[in-house]
Protein backbone atom coordinates (compact mmCIF):
# COMPACT_ATOMS: atom_id res chain seq x y z
CA UNK A 1 0.00 0.00 0.00
CA UNK A 2 1.67 3.44 -0.80
CA UNK A 3 1.83 5.94 1.62
CA UNK A 4 -0.22 8.76 1.35
CA UNK A 5 0.78 12.27 0.20
CA UNK A 6 -1.53 14.61 1.16
CA UNK A 7 -1.64 16.74 3.25
CA UNK A 8 -4.20 19.86 3.63
CA UNK A 9 -4.34 20.42 -0.09
CA UNK A 10 -7.66 19.65 -2.13
CA UNK A 11 -8.63 15.95 -3.00
CA UNK A 12 -8.99 15.39 -6.32
CA UNK A 13 -12.23 13.81 -7.40
CA UNK A 14 -10.84 10.52 -8.86
CA UNK A 15 -9.13 9.90 -5.22
CA UNK A 16 -12.57 10.46 -3.68
CA UNK A 17 -13.93 7.05 -3.52
CA UNK A 18 -14.85 6.62 0.24
CA UNK A 19 -18.79 6.07 1.30
CA UNK A 20 -20.77 6.13 3.97
CA UNK A 21 -19.84 2.41 4.99
CA UNK A 22 -16.48 3.84 5.20
CA UNK A 23 -17.22 6.87 7.39
CA UNK A 24 -19.03 3.88 9.96
CA UNK A 25 -16.01 1.54 10.07
CA UNK A 26 -13.62 4.26 10.49
CA UNK A 27 -15.84 5.93 13.44
CA UNK A 28 -16.95 2.62 14.69
CA UNK A 29 -13.48 0.56 14.55
CA UNK A 30 -11.03 3.65 15.86
CA UNK A 31 -13.47 4.35 19.23
CA UNK A 32 -13.36 0.41 20.10
CA UNK A 33 -9.97 1.59 22.37
CA UNK A 34 -8.87 1.70 26.10
CA UNK A 35 -9.05 5.19 25.02
CA UNK A 36 -12.48 5.26 24.75
CA UNK A 37 -13.40 3.01 27.04
CA UNK A 38 -11.82 4.92 30.03
CA UNK A 39 -14.64 7.46 29.32
CA UNK A 40 -17.21 5.24 30.55
CA UNK A 41 -15.11 4.87 34.04
CA UNK A 42 -15.46 8.53 34.84
CA UNK A 43 -18.96 8.83 35.84
CA UNK A 44 -18.27 5.65 38.26
CA UNK A 45 -15.34 7.39 39.68
CA UNK A 46 -17.76 10.45 39.96
CA UNK A 47 -19.97 8.18 42.26
CA UNK A 48 -22.65 7.88 40.32
CA UNK A 49 -24.00 3.75 40.10
CA UNK A 50 -25.17 2.15 37.05
CA UNK A 51 -28.49 4.18 35.65
CA UNK A 52 -27.10 7.12 36.81
CA UNK A 53 -24.14 6.52 34.90
CA UNK A 54 -25.34 5.15 31.69
CA UNK A 55 -28.28 8.33 31.35
CA UNK A 56 -25.35 11.05 31.67
CA UNK A 57 -23.16 9.50 28.79
CA UNK A 58 -26.17 8.34 26.57
CA UNK A 59 -27.81 12.15 27.18
CA UNK A 60 -24.83 13.74 26.63
CA UNK A 61 -23.64 11.70 23.51
CA UNK A 62 -26.80 12.54 21.46
CA UNK A 63 -26.54 15.84 22.49
CA UNK A 64 -22.59 15.89 21.14
CA UNK A 65 -23.95 14.24 18.25
CA UNK A 66 -26.61 16.24 17.30
CA UNK A 67 -23.78 19.45 17.23
CA UNK A 68 -20.82 17.97 15.69
CA UNK A 69 -22.30 15.54 13.16
CA UNK A 70 -23.38 18.09 10.36
CA UNK A 71 -19.52 19.14 10.57
CA UNK A 72 -18.76 16.69 8.18
CA UNK A 73 -20.78 18.18 5.31
CA UNK A 74 -18.44 20.96 5.28
CA UNK A 75 -15.18 18.98 3.91
CA UNK A 76 -17.50 16.62 1.54
CA UNK A 77 -17.93 20.52 -0.63
CA UNK A 78 -14.54 21.53 0.24
CA UNK A 79 -12.45 18.15 -0.15
CA UNK A 80 -9.93 19.49 2.44
CA UNK A 81 -10.00 18.88 5.95
CA UNK A 82 -11.95 21.05 8.81
CA UNK A 83 -9.79 23.40 9.75
CA UNK A 84 -8.71 24.59 6.28
CA UNK A 85 -12.41 24.40 5.51
CA UNK A 86 -13.06 27.37 8.26
CA UNK A 87 -10.76 29.60 6.51
CA UNK A 88 -14.31 30.04 4.43
CA UNK A 89 -15.48 31.72 7.60
CA UNK A 90 -12.80 32.89 9.61
CA UNK A 91 -9.96 33.61 7.04
CA UNK A 92 -7.58 31.38 5.20
CA UNK A 93 -5.04 32.64 8.35
CA UNK A 94 -8.09 33.01 11.03
CA UNK A 95 -8.40 29.69 9.97
CA UNK A 96 -5.15 28.90 12.42
CA UNK A 97 -8.05 28.96 15.43
CA UNK A 98 -9.35 25.49 14.07
CA UNK A 99 -5.92 24.39 13.56
CA UNK A 100 -4.64 24.75 16.66
CA UNK A 101 -7.99 23.96 18.30
CA UNK A 102 -7.79 20.33 16.62
CA UNK A 103 -4.03 19.83 17.26
CA UNK A 104 -4.53 20.44 21.02
CA UNK A 105 -7.72 18.40 21.36
CA UNK A 106 -6.10 15.26 18.91
CA UNK A 107 -2.82 15.88 20.89
CA UNK A 108 -4.49 15.28 24.35
CA UNK A 109 -6.58 11.85 23.32
CA UNK A 110 -3.89 10.68 21.46
CA UNK A 111 -1.66 10.75 24.85
CA UNK A 112 -4.44 9.32 26.42
CA UNK A 113 -5.21 6.43 24.20
CA UNK A 114 -1.48 5.67 24.69
CA UNK A 115 -1.35 6.60 28.47
CA UNK A 116 -3.90 3.88 29.43
CA UNK A 117 -3.28 1.48 26.50
CA UNK A 118 0.52 1.04 27.74
CA UNK A 119 -0.91 0.73 31.33
CA UNK A 120 -3.41 -2.11 30.58
CA UNK A 121 -0.90 -3.80 28.57
CA UNK A 122 2.25 -3.87 31.57
CA UNK A 123 -0.53 -4.63 33.98
CA UNK A 124 -1.83 -7.73 31.69
CA UNK A 125 1.72 -8.59 30.61
CA UNK A 126 2.70 -8.70 34.32
CA UNK A 127 0.08 -10.76 35.54
CA UNK A 128 0.29 -13.16 32.43
CA UNK A 129 4.10 -13.44 32.48
CA UNK A 130 5.22 -11.84 35.59
CA UNK A 131 7.02 -8.66 33.73
CA UNK A 132 8.30 -5.65 35.99
CA UNK A 133 5.87 -3.03 35.83
CA UNK A 134 8.45 -0.15 37.17
CA UNK A 135 9.50 3.06 34.94
CA UNK A 136 12.00 1.54 32.23
CA UNK A 137 8.93 -1.06 31.41
CA UNK A 138 6.37 1.57 31.17
CA UNK A 139 9.00 3.23 28.48
CA UNK A 140 9.92 0.27 26.97
CA UNK A 141 5.61 -0.09 26.53
CA UNK A 142 4.68 3.58 25.23
CA UNK A 143 7.81 3.91 22.72
CA UNK A 144 6.64 0.71 21.15
CA UNK A 145 2.34 2.06 21.25
CA UNK A 146 3.84 5.41 20.04
CA UNK A 147 6.42 3.43 17.08
CA UNK A 148 3.48 1.55 15.73
CA UNK A 149 1.03 4.40 15.79
CA UNK A 150 3.58 6.66 14.00
CA UNK A 151 3.54 4.13 11.37
CA UNK A 152 0.45 3.81 11.10
CA UNK A 153 -0.43 7.48 10.89
CA UNK A 154 2.33 8.36 8.19
CA UNK A 155 1.31 5.66 5.79
CA UNK A 156 -2.36 7.64 6.11
CA UNK A 157 -5.76 7.21 5.36
CA UNK A 158 -6.42 4.23 3.12
CA UNK A 159 -4.17 2.08 5.63
CA UNK A 160 -5.83 3.57 8.56
CA UNK A 161 -8.88 2.68 7.38
CA UNK A 162 -8.29 -1.01 6.62
CA UNK A 163 -7.10 -1.35 10.09
CA UNK A 164 -10.92 0.28 11.44
CA UNK A 165 -12.66 -2.14 9.24
CA UNK A 166 -10.57 -5.06 11.11
CA UNK A 167 -10.85 -3.56 14.70
CA UNK A 168 -14.89 -3.02 14.13
CA UNK A 169 -15.26 -6.87 13.91
CA UNK A 170 -12.58 -8.06 16.25
CA UNK A 171 -12.94 -5.66 19.09
CA UNK A 172 -16.63 -6.16 19.02
CA UNK A 173 -15.51 -9.71 19.51
CA UNK A 174 -13.12 -9.18 22.14
CA UNK A 175 -15.84 -6.52 23.89
CA UNK A 176 -18.18 -9.25 24.07
CA UNK A 177 -16.24 -11.88 25.44
CA UNK A 178 -15.17 -9.20 28.25
CA UNK A 179 -18.80 -9.12 29.19
CA UNK A 180 -18.72 -12.43 30.20
CA UNK A 181 -15.17 -11.96 31.99
CA UNK A 182 -16.62 -9.57 34.23
CA UNK A 183 -20.17 -10.65 34.46
CA UNK A 184 -19.57 -12.40 37.58
CA UNK A 185 -18.34 -9.49 39.76
CA UNK A 186 -20.77 -6.90 38.75
CA UNK A 187 -22.79 -4.71 40.17
CA UNK A 188 -25.06 -1.21 40.03
CA UNK A 189 -23.49 0.36 43.35
CA UNK A 190 -21.06 2.71 42.54
CA UNK A 191 -17.04 1.60 44.33
CA UNK A 192 -17.49 2.23 48.01
CA UNK A 193 -15.64 5.70 49.06
CA UNK A 194 -16.77 7.53 46.15
CA UNK A 195 -18.93 10.18 46.96
CA UNK A 196 -20.63 12.10 45.00
CA UNK A 197 -17.64 14.31 43.01
CA UNK A 198 -19.51 17.78 43.51
CA UNK A 199 -21.45 17.08 46.62
CA UNK A 200 -24.99 16.33 45.20
CA UNK A 201 -26.62 14.37 42.62
CA UNK A 202 -27.69 16.77 39.93
CA UNK A 203 -24.48 18.58 39.72
CA UNK A 204 -22.71 15.28 39.29
CA UNK A 205 -24.50 14.03 36.64
CA UNK A 206 -24.51 17.17 34.89
CA UNK A 207 -20.76 16.90 35.01
CA UNK A 208 -20.82 13.39 33.77
CA UNK A 209 -23.20 14.13 30.81
CA UNK A 210 -20.08 16.67 29.49
CA UNK A 211 -17.08 14.99 30.81
CA UNK A 212 -18.07 11.60 29.99
CA UNK A 213 -20.82 12.06 27.48
CA UNK A 214 -20.29 14.99 25.26
CA UNK A 215 -16.43 14.89 25.16
CA UNK A 216 -17.10 11.99 23.11
CA UNK A 217 -18.51 13.79 19.70
CA UNK A 218 -16.77 16.82 20.75
CA UNK A 219 -13.39 15.20 20.02
CA UNK A 220 -14.17 14.96 16.47
CA UNK A 221 -15.13 18.73 15.50
CA UNK A 222 -12.39 19.10 13.73
CA UNK A 223 -11.35 14.86 12.94
CA UNK A 224 -14.34 14.53 10.71
CA UNK A 225 -13.52 16.19 7.60
CA UNK A 226 -10.21 14.22 7.62
CA UNK A 227 -12.61 11.11 6.20
CA UNK A 228 -15.61 12.90 4.88
CA UNK A 229 -12.90 14.79 2.32
CA UNK A 230 -12.57 11.51 0.86
CA UNK A 231 -15.76 10.81 -0.33
CA UNK A 232 -17.39 11.95 -3.37
CA UNK A 233 -20.86 14.87 -3.30
CA UNK A 234 -21.46 13.40 -6.75
CA UNK A 235 -21.95 9.93 -5.67
CA UNK A 236 -23.13 10.35 -2.06
CA UNK A 237 -26.09 12.25 -0.89
CA UNK A 238 -25.66 14.83 1.93
CA UNK A 239 -28.28 13.53 4.20
CA UNK A 240 -26.21 9.41 3.16
CA UNK A 241 -23.12 10.84 4.49
CA UNK A 242 -25.09 12.43 7.69
CA UNK A 243 -26.65 9.87 8.79
CA UNK A 244 -23.34 7.55 8.39
CA UNK A 245 -21.85 10.54 11.02
CA UNK A 246 -24.27 9.97 13.19
CA UNK A 247 -24.65 6.35 13.26
CA UNK A 248 -20.82 5.80 13.41
CA UNK A 249 -20.20 8.54 16.22
CA UNK A 250 -22.86 7.37 18.48
CA UNK A 251 -22.33 3.67 18.21
CA UNK A 252 -18.50 4.02 17.59
CA UNK A 253 -18.72 6.03 21.28
CA UNK A 254 -21.51 4.39 23.31
CA UNK A 255 -20.10 0.97 23.07
CA UNK A 256 -16.91 1.22 24.07
CA UNK A 257 -17.97 3.94 27.26
CA UNK A 258 -21.11 1.31 28.34
CA UNK A 259 -18.62 -1.24 28.33
CA UNK A 260 -16.10 0.94 30.36
CA UNK A 261 -18.96 2.22 32.81
CA UNK A 262 -19.68 -2.01 33.09
CA UNK A 263 -16.42 -3.41 33.37
CA UNK A 264 -15.97 -0.01 36.30
CA UNK A 265 -18.50 -1.28 38.20
CA UNK A 266 -17.43 -4.87 38.24
CA UNK A 267 -13.66 -4.19 39.00
CA UNK A 268 -14.60 -1.68 41.86
CA UNK A 269 -12.66 1.18 40.26
CA UNK A 270 -12.87 3.98 41.75
CA UNK A 271 -10.05 5.85 41.65
CA UNK A 272 -8.26 4.09 39.23
CA UNK A 273 -9.39 2.16 36.33
CA UNK A 274 -6.66 0.11 34.50
CA UNK A 275 -5.59 -1.18 37.57
CA UNK A 276 -8.49 -2.75 38.92
CA UNK A 277 -9.84 -3.90 35.49
CA UNK A 278 -6.22 -6.15 35.21
CA UNK A 279 -6.52 -7.61 38.56
CA UNK A 280 -9.86 -8.47 38.42
CA UNK A 281 -10.09 -9.94 34.79
CA UNK A 282 -10.87 -14.01 34.36
CA UNK A 283 -7.85 -15.37 33.61
CA UNK A 284 -8.96 -16.80 30.19
CA UNK A 285 -9.61 -13.00 29.24
CA UNK A 286 -6.07 -11.63 30.19
CA UNK A 287 -4.94 -12.35 26.59
CA UNK A 288 -7.88 -10.80 24.58
CA UNK A 289 -7.25 -7.79 27.43
CA UNK A 290 -4.24 -7.79 26.07
CA UNK A 291 -4.85 -7.54 22.31
CA UNK A 292 -7.90 -4.72 22.98
CA UNK A 293 -5.15 -3.01 24.41
CA UNK A 294 -2.40 -3.12 22.16
CA UNK A 295 -4.54 -3.25 18.85
CA UNK A 296 -7.14 -0.92 19.91
CA UNK A 297 -4.74 2.11 21.10
CA UNK A 298 -2.58 1.55 17.81
CA UNK A 299 -6.08 1.89 15.63
CA UNK A 300 -7.58 4.62 17.80
CA UNK A 301 -4.21 7.14 18.32
CA UNK A 302 -3.11 6.38 14.65
CA UNK A 303 -6.54 8.05 13.65
CA UNK A 304 -5.85 11.13 16.35
CA UNK A 305 -2.12 11.41 15.36
CA UNK A 306 -2.86 11.45 11.78
CA UNK A 307 -5.21 14.53 11.83
CA UNK A 308 -2.56 16.10 14.14
CA UNK A 309 -0.21 16.17 11.37
CA UNK A 310 -2.55 17.59 9.50
CA UNK A 311 -3.20 20.73 11.72
CA UNK A 312 0.49 21.22 12.17
CA UNK A 313 0.77 20.55 8.47
CA UNK A 314 -2.01 23.46 8.06
CA UNK A 315 -0.40 25.65 10.51
CA UNK A 316 3.29 25.13 8.67
CA UNK A 317 2.77 24.92 5.37
CA UNK A 318 6.24 24.23 4.46
CA UNK A 319 6.34 21.02 6.37
CA UNK A 320 5.14 17.87 4.93
CA UNK A 321 2.79 15.81 6.33
CA UNK A 322 4.85 13.12 7.04
CA UNK A 323 7.55 14.78 9.11
CA UNK A 324 4.52 17.01 11.04
CA UNK A 325 3.10 13.35 12.15
CA UNK A 326 6.26 12.50 13.29
CA UNK A 327 6.63 15.71 15.14
CA UNK A 328 3.78 15.59 16.84
CA UNK A 329 4.34 12.06 17.70
CA UNK A 330 7.12 13.05 19.85
CA UNK A 331 5.15 15.64 21.85
CA UNK A 332 1.76 13.21 22.41
CA UNK A 333 4.85 10.83 23.97
CA UNK A 334 6.27 13.31 26.11
CA UNK A 335 2.80 13.65 27.32
CA UNK A 336 2.20 10.03 28.05
CA UNK A 337 4.97 10.01 30.22
CA UNK A 338 3.79 13.15 31.71
CA UNK A 339 0.55 11.81 32.24
CA UNK A 340 1.84 8.56 34.12
CA UNK A 341 4.41 9.37 36.17
CA UNK A 342 2.90 13.31 37.26
CA UNK A 343 -1.02 13.72 36.49
CA UNK A 344 -3.78 12.01 38.25
CA UNK A 345 -5.85 10.42 36.05
CA UNK A 346 -9.58 11.48 36.97
CA UNK A 347 -8.30 15.04 37.50
CA UNK A 348 -6.35 15.31 34.32
CA UNK A 349 -8.69 13.45 31.91
CA UNK A 350 -11.52 15.56 33.66
CA UNK A 351 -10.10 19.05 32.81
CA UNK A 352 -8.63 18.47 29.88
CA UNK A 353 -11.64 17.87 28.42
CA UNK A 354 -13.63 20.52 29.94
CA UNK A 355 -11.30 23.03 29.25
CA UNK A 356 -11.06 21.79 25.51
CA UNK A 357 -14.87 21.44 24.96
CA UNK A 358 -15.33 25.29 26.36
CA UNK A 359 -12.42 26.74 23.58
CA UNK A 360 -13.77 24.80 20.81
CA UNK A 361 -17.51 24.17 20.77
CA UNK A 362 -17.96 27.72 19.62
CA UNK A 363 -15.76 27.31 16.39
CA UNK A 364 -18.13 24.53 15.97
CA UNK A 365 -20.92 26.18 16.71
CA UNK A 366 -19.65 29.22 14.44
CA UNK A 367 -18.57 27.52 11.98
CA UNK A 368 -22.04 25.33 11.54
CA UNK A 369 -23.30 28.74 11.10
CA UNK A 370 -21.09 29.70 8.11
CA UNK A 371 -21.81 26.90 6.73
CA UNK A 372 -25.92 27.14 6.65
CA UNK A 373 -25.12 30.71 6.06
CA UNK A 374 -23.02 29.99 2.39
CA UNK A 375 -25.19 27.40 1.38
CA UNK A 376 -23.00 23.75 1.68
CA UNK A 377 -21.17 26.43 -1.25
CA UNK A 378 -17.41 27.08 -1.36
CA UNK A 379 -14.44 28.03 -3.57
CA UNK A 380 -11.75 25.23 -2.79
CA UNK A 381 -8.97 26.81 -4.62
CA UNK A 382 -9.49 30.16 -2.62
CA UNK A 383 -9.05 28.02 0.52
CA UNK A 384 -5.59 27.07 -0.04
CA UNK A 385 -4.27 30.87 -0.12
CA UNK A 386 -2.41 30.26 3.36
CA UNK A 387 -1.15 26.84 2.47
CA UNK A 388 0.48 28.57 -1.21
CA UNK A 389 1.78 31.53 0.53
CA UNK A 390 -0.35 33.50 -1.37
CA UNK A 391 -3.04 36.65 -1.06
CA UNK A 392 -6.20 37.83 -1.89
CA UNK A 393 -9.77 35.52 -2.98
CA UNK A 394 -13.07 35.57 -1.59
CA UNK A 395 -11.62 34.33 1.76
CA UNK A 396 -8.85 36.40 2.41
CA UNK A 397 -11.42 39.49 4.35
CA UNK A 398 -8.25 41.25 6.54
CA UNK A 399 -5.44 40.51 5.47
CA UNK A 400 -6.66 36.70 5.90
CA UNK A 401 -8.51 37.13 8.69
CA UNK A 402 -12.53 37.36 9.41
CA UNK A 403 -12.65 39.67 12.16
CA UNK A 404 -16.21 38.78 13.11
CA UNK A 405 -15.98 35.54 13.20
CA UNK A 406 -12.80 35.37 15.00
CA UNK A 407 -14.25 37.93 17.82
CA UNK A 408 -17.42 35.94 18.17
CA UNK A 409 -15.46 32.55 19.05
CA UNK A 410 -12.74 34.57 21.41
CA UNK A 411 -15.95 35.45 23.14
CA UNK A 412 -17.50 32.45 23.38
CA UNK A 413 -14.07 30.63 24.50
CA UNK A 414 -13.41 33.52 27.11
CA UNK A 415 -17.26 32.77 28.43
CA UNK A 416 -16.60 28.88 28.26
CA UNK A 417 -13.65 29.40 30.21
CA UNK A 418 -15.29 31.71 32.27
CA UNK A 419 -17.86 29.19 33.43
CA UNK A 420 -15.43 26.12 33.59
CA UNK A 421 -15.59 23.82 36.87
CA UNK A 422 -12.55 21.19 36.80
CA UNK A 423 -10.29 19.68 39.89
CA UNK A 424 -7.55 22.00 38.43
CA UNK A 425 -9.10 24.94 37.84
CA UNK A 426 -12.49 26.76 38.14
CA UNK A 427 -13.80 29.62 36.53
CA UNK A 428 -15.76 32.72 38.51
CA UNK A 429 -19.26 31.74 37.01
CA UNK A 430 -19.50 28.36 38.64
CA UNK A 431 -20.40 30.29 42.17
CA UNK A 432 -23.15 32.00 40.22
CA UNK A 433 -24.63 28.82 39.16
CA UNK A 434 -24.60 26.38 42.59
CA UNK A 435 -21.35 24.55 40.91
CA UNK A 436 -22.58 23.44 38.35
CA UNK A 437 -20.93 23.39 34.83
CA UNK A 438 -22.39 25.10 31.61
CA UNK A 439 -19.44 25.88 30.12
CA UNK A 440 -20.39 24.20 27.06
CA UNK A 441 -24.39 25.46 26.79
CA UNK A 442 -22.49 29.22 28.13
CA UNK A 443 -19.44 29.00 25.28
CA UNK A 444 -21.80 27.60 22.10
CA UNK A 445 -24.53 29.90 22.69
CA UNK A 446 -22.53 33.27 22.96
CA UNK A 447 -20.12 32.46 20.35
CA UNK A 448 -23.41 31.72 18.38
CA UNK A 449 -25.38 34.71 19.22
CA UNK A 450 -22.31 36.95 19.26
CA UNK A 451 -21.70 35.66 15.01
CA UNK A 452 -25.12 35.98 14.27
CA UNK A 453 -25.33 39.79 15.72
CA UNK A 454 -22.33 40.58 13.88
CA UNK A 455 -22.96 39.34 10.43
CA UNK A 456 -26.56 39.78 10.67
CA UNK A 457 -26.42 43.20 8.17
CA UNK A 458 -24.21 40.54 6.06
CA UNK A 459 -24.25 38.47 3.03
CA UNK A 460 -22.09 35.42 3.39
CA UNK A 461 -18.77 35.61 0.73
CA UNK A 462 -20.03 34.77 -3.14
CA UNK A 463 -17.17 32.80 -4.55
CA UNK A 464 -18.19 33.61 -8.33
CA UNK A 465 -18.00 36.60 -7.47
CA UNK A 466 -14.33 37.30 -6.70
CA UNK A 467 -11.45 37.02 -8.82
CA UNK A 468 -8.53 33.56 -8.13
CA UNK A 469 -5.77 34.50 -5.64
CA UNK A 470 -3.01 36.29 -6.95
CA UNK A 471 0.43 37.25 -5.86
CA UNK A 472 3.06 35.56 -3.64
CA UNK A 473 2.83 36.71 0.17
CA UNK A 474 5.73 38.10 2.02
Not at 230 to 241: D, G, L
Not at 340 to 349: K, T
Request: with cysteine; glycine share 12%.
Amino acid sequence: MPMEQRGVDTIAEAERTSGPRDLISILLGSNLCLGVIVFGWLPVSFGLGLWPAVTSVVVGTVVGVAVTAPLALVSLRTATNLSTSSGAFFGVRGRLVGSVVGLLLSLGYTALTLWIGGDVMLGTLARLFGTPTGPVAHTLVYVLLAGCTVVAAVYGYRLLLRISRYLAVGMTLLLALGILAYAGDFTTAPPPDTPYLLGSFWPTWLLSAVAAGLSGPVAFITLLGDYTRYVSPERHSTRAVWRATCVGLFLGLLVPQLFGTFTALAARAGLDYAGPLVATAAPWYLLPLLIAASAGSVGNAGLMLYSMGLDLDAIVPRATRAMATLVVAAVATVFVFVGHFAWDAQSAMTSFVLLLTAIGTPWAVITLMGHFRCGGTYDPEALQVFNRRAKGGVYWFRAGWEPRATLAWALGAAVGLAAVSTPLYEGPLPALTGGVDLSFILSGLVGGVAYAALTALSKAPSPAAVPEPGTAAS
